[in-house]
């Protein structure tokens, strides 16, 4: 088989230990093969790349194992061609089931050119999406905060979600705050209605008028406390983000005018994707690495399942919520495309496909 790339290594990744498997042609046009085992610390992994470097290394691939392969790339990537491959995309042979094994595979197929690389982002890009995932992340939380806020409500006979669309709306809030005071009547916390709620204050007495008990105070209280810590959480994480976000303000601002899409969404866009659109061959190509193009199953000529393909998980979802705000816009492309497919394919398979448009 043609070989591709004289020095190589193969790096079998683990959260303690790191397998480094060589394969370098030497002067003499012989075959030199060695693997060593290092650990994962800071100074090992220094270890690792003067080891590599000694050998005249050039090419360096690993799978990508879970966060493990990350504090490796850092050191690496300055000074060889680091290739990350989805462990998905590696077959092993059957036999070479240890570490030693999988690392001198590992080696071998990137010796013939035979790995398909993930992508990597720039260092900036990649600080921007890790601020935006952990922001995704604490909005997340505070989503399910406000799930056990109703929950609680649930258990006191309060029915506020039943007539307010946001329960930690203005209103929401003002009338949860009356009831942990537990001095106010219904008919009083149901004055404390803002905009177009006024207009449904006698449902508002009905819902208000429950058993609200001391522990439910208390564990509305609490759980009060933990959502405005997210909310201000959030709000230091948009602040970073912002910074952050400065050398792709440009293109930021650009996909904001689209329907659906916030600032928020746009950020998070941003970080997934980049500006470098050179590396999707088409809009096609973006739309399956993205993870929500019609999978492609068919054989004998009869197509199979078309679900969408596992791809990138935080893009699907900053597109899958585009796509729902869309989709309720009014006036819009998008809008009459989502109801003419949602009355054909039924309401998900429009949201995908509007997901692509997008």
């Known amino acids: 088989m043609r070989i591709i790339y004289e020095r190589v290594a193969g790096l079998d990744v683990h959260k303690k230990v790191v397998v480094a498997a060589i394969i370098v042609h030497r002067l003499d046009d012989s075959w030199h093969q060695e693997r060593r085992s290092f650990g994962t610390m800071t100074a090992d992994l220094l270890m690792l790349s003067d080891w590599l470097m000694s050998h005249e290394v050039t090419h360096v691939a690993m799978e990508s194992t879970a966060e493990y392969w990350k504090p490796i790339f850092n050191i690496l990537e300055n000074n060889f061609e680091v290739v990350l491959v989805n462990a998905q995309h590696l077959s092993k042979v059957p036999g070479r089931k240890t570490d030693q094994g999988d690392a001198e595979w590992i080696a071998e197929l990137m010796q013939h050119g035979l790995l398909k690389a993930s992508f990597i982002p720039p260092v900036g890009q990649r600080e921007l999406r890790e601020l935006t995932r952990f922001r995704s992340t604490f909005v997340r939380e505070r989503a399910t905060f406000i799930n056990r806020v109703q929950k609680v409500l649930e258990s006191a006979n309060i029915k506020l979600a039943s007539v307010a669309t946001n329960v930690m709306g203005v209103s ?4 949860l705050e009356a009831l942990i005071e537990g001095h106010a009547s219904p008919e009083q916390m149901a004055t404390l209605a803002k905009g177009r709620l006024r207009e449904k204050r006698e449902d508002l007495v009905k819902a208000l008028e429950g058993r609200v008990k001391p522990h439910h105070r208390f564990v509305l209280t609490e759980l ?13 994480f948009d602040q970073e983000i912002e910074t952050s976000c400065r050398p792709f303000e440009e293109a930021v601002v650009l996909l904001d005018t689209i329907p659906g899409v916030t600032r928020a969404t746009a950020e998070a866009i941003v970080a997934e994707i980049g500006t470098d659109m050179s590396r999707f061959p088409s809009a096609d190509h973006l739309a399956s690495w993205a993870g929500v193009a019609p999978g492609n199953n068919e054989s004998a000529g009869k197509r199979r399942s078309g679900r969408t393909r596992q791809g990138n998980k935080p893009l699907g979802s900053a597109l899958a919520q585009a796509a729902h705000a869309a989709a309720h816009t009014k006036n819009t492309y998008l ?6 497919l949602a009355a054909r ?14």
Do not use: P
Request: proline share 0%; glycine share 6%.
């Open 172 to 175: 929401g809030r003002a009338m």
């Open 224 to 236: 009060l406390c933990q959502i405005d810590s997210f909310d201000e959480t959030i709000a230091r």
């Open 335 to 340: 809008s009459a495309q989502y109801h003419q």
């Open 345 to 358: 394919r039924g309401r998900k398979k429009a949201i995908v496909a509007l997901m692509c448009s997008s």
